[in-house]
Nanobody, 126 residues
Framework: VQLQASGGGMVQAGDSLRLSCAASGRAIRTISNNGMGWFRQASGKEREFVASIDWRGGNTYYSDSVKGRFFIARDNAKNTVTLQMNSLRPEDTAVYYC?????????????????WGQGTQVTVSS
């Protein structure tokens, strides 16, 4: 199962970025039927939950630190999940990972996810 995260980069505070997570191989079925999530890990810190979405896209959850600025969406026809990040802050700097949940539902705990992408770096300068 392969998940490929992309769209990271270096931006200034206040800018926007759109991350994408695409599935290949057997992961295509996984993305369509399972909850998906985004996590991030800043240098020297533990990985933390960012956002998640259920298999139909009807339920989403966000960490308090990104609520109102980040938006998760999915397109099951294209087997992709996106994270629109607006009003970026320096504290958003991290490697962002997409992950496929063990179930169809949205989840905030990392142990609820079974497949992980390789990560994409987001760097926000002040």
């Amino acid at each position: 199962v392969q998940l490929q995260a992309s769209g990271g980069g270096m931006v200034q505070a206040g800018d926007s970025l759109r991350l994408s997570c695409a599935a290949s191989g057997r992961a295509i079925r996984t993305i369509s039927n399972n909850g998906m999530g985004w996590f991030r890990q800043a240098s020297g810190k533990e990985r933390e939950f960012v956002a998640s979405i259920d298999w139909r896209g009807g339920n989403t959850y966000y960490s308090d630190s990104v609520k109102g600025r980040f938006f998760i969406a999915r397109d099951n026809a294209k087997n992709t999940v996106t994270l629109q990040m607006n009003s970026l802050r320096p504290e958003d700097t991290a490697v962002y990972y997409c992950a496929a949940a063990r179930s169809a539902w949205s989840a905030t705990r990392s142990d609820a996810y079974q497949y992980w992408g390789q990560g994409t770096q987001v760097t926000v300068s002040s």
